[in-house]
């Protein structure tokens, strides 16, 4: 018998509110290679995912480039509703219009319209010229930048000299498809078009393709029966709720994220009532919550899915304001204990720094992770950077900030219809990541390491292990954390990759 360390039930039954930080693996035997290891998983009962990541339907974090950047990696993403209800199914649909795993700006203008200057094309190679100058209309043309700077007479109208019948594919083809005709017929761009209605929805050029060979290799992409990308989209807890979730299905979304901070409430409940009659096709995921009392009440109503955390986000302040709250090591491992018995899949909401963290999430029990902050400075996240103190930044805001509040986002807190507003979040700022196509693949391979050193070579085998109490654990002193990280050095640069 191994008395080396504690098991998990041992660990946190005694009274203890433990975060990630908190507690530290001891290592296992290995007897399998890094590459072995099998990150596949469930988001609900019935989506797999290939990566268990997700990204967090927070403004500031999931519109149409994360969600394409998402499920191209094997993961998904959630798209926020602090938004209108004709928002929020467009980026649905953008999402699942695409095959290709990022999203370019396209500049529209009409064919009576003229090009004054170079910078109306951005950093595109070229503008789309439509009946009504927008992308909701039939695409008539296209002006190449090239085509633009060779004429001597600038005012022209665009009709004078657009190409009539530039050289386009339809948006059902994969990336592999589109890099192969872009490097056969050696063009510069070529614009992707929906079949239904000839509506442009892509554009890829020959910089991409060499952007795409410099990033790690793509996984299995998370598709659906239709062979489309799999999307979710978050929706709250109000009678008003309902008619955005008939736009949603309508847009096509794969699983529904109830969203609350609190989701032991009979409106929450009430809620998946009227999805499971209404849509029972729809996997549902209930939430927020962090005790067994709280699970037990949202399995009756039969979700699909549990959304676990309070207050543990980085620009969350619940358990500062409100005093509830746990720490998310202990809510993870408390709630997943019970959900896994009733075979619903739990995701892990809020506190990831680093892959460590997500190692431990899923090693107590969670089968996915979803990801604020660590998405949020990335290419594909909403907003523009900009410059502070010397540092790239994208700005990242809490939900419950007051700031997101007045958009709408108060009904998430049960705040909408009372007078004064409390804030349970804050607005800050993030640094520049890059592209999650370059470092979601890279945290990933971390995670797999971490599953080898516990001689975990699956997310069942490492839930195994947790449940038979062969996966022992420890507490860590404020000084072990200290020496668990970089110490002692006057200086440093921390890369991972």
């Known amino acids: 018998m191994n008395d080396d360390g504690f098991s998990a039930e041992k660990l946190f039954n005694q009274g203890y509110s433990y975060t990630y930080d908190d507690v530290i693996f001891l290592p296992g035997f290995i007897d399998f290679p890094t590459d072995a290891v099998n990150l596949s998983t469930k988001l609900s009962r019935n989506i797999s995912l290939s990566i268990p990541c997700v990204a967090s339907p927070m403004d500031t974090v999931t519109e149409t480039s994360m969600a394409i950047g998402m ?26 219009s695409h095959l290709i795993p990022f999203s370019s700006d396209l500049i529209f203008a009409s064919p009576s319209d003229s090009i004054h200057s170079a910078d109306e094309f951005g950093n595109s190679p070229c503008i789309f010229v439509t009946e009504s100058g927008t992308k909701e209309s039939k695409v008539l043309g296209v002006v190449c930048k090239s085509t633009w700077k060779g004429l001597s007479d600038k005012e022209a109208r665009i009709s004078d000299y657009m190409n009539v019948s530039p050289v386009t594919l339809p948006s059902s083809y994969n990336f592999e498809d589109v890099a192969g005709y872009i490097a056969s017929k050696k063009l510069d761009f070529v614009p992707l078009v929906n079949d239904k209605d000839g509506e442009v929805v892509n554009l890829v050029t020959a910089t991409d393709l060499e952007r795409m060979n410099s990033l790690p290799k793509l996984g299995l992409p998370s598709l659906g029966t239709d062979g489309k990308f799999l999307v979710g989209a978050a929706i709250g807890t109000r009678d008003s709720d309902k008619e955005r979730l008939e736009h949603l299905v309508k847009a096509g979304i794969n699983a529904l994220v109830i969203d609350s901070s609190q989701g032991n409430s009979e409106y929450q409940i009430n809620m998946i009532k009227y999805v499971k009659h209404t849509y029972p096709h729809l996997d549902v995921i209930g939430g927020n919550i962090v005790t067994k009392y709280q699970a037990e009440n949202l399995i009756k109503q039969d979700v699909d899915g549990l959304r676990v955390g309070m207050g543990s986000g980085s620009i969350c302040t619940t358990q500062e304001v409100c005093a509830v709250g746990r720490g998310q090591a202990t809510a993870v491992y408390k709630v997943s204990s019970i959900a896994e018995q009733h ?140 020496e668990g990280g970089v110490h002692g050095l006057v200086g440093y640069e921390k890369k991972y990759f």
Do not use: C, W
Request: charged share 15%; hydrophobic share 40%.
């Open 343 to 482: 075979g619903v899949p739990v995701i892990a909401d809020g506190g990831i720094s680093n892959s460590g963290h997500i190692v431990k999430a899923l090693s107590l029990g969670a089968s996915t992770v979803m990801m604020g902050s660590f998405l949020a400075g990335s290419n594909e996240a909403p907003g523009t950077y900009e410059n502070k103190n010397g540092l790239r930044v994208k700005k990242y805001r809490g939900m419950g900030s007051l700031e997101a509040m007045t958009k709408g986002s108060d009904a998430r807190y049960l705040g909408d219809t009372a007078k004064l507003k409390i804030a349970q979040g804050v607005v800050g700022s993030v640094a520049d990541k890059g592209s999650v196509l370059k470092f979601v693949p890279y945290t990933m391979q971390a995670v797999k390491q971490g599953f080898q050193d516990l001689g975990a070579s699956s997310l069942q085998s490492a839930h195994h292990l947790l449940r038979s109490g062969a996966l022992r654990l420890e507490v860590r002193t404020g000084a072990a954390q200290v």
């Open 71 to 96: 499920a191209a990696l094997g993961g998904i993403g959630i798209v926020h509703y602090n938004n209108t209800i004709s928002q929020q199914a467009s980026i649905v649909r953008a999402a699942k």
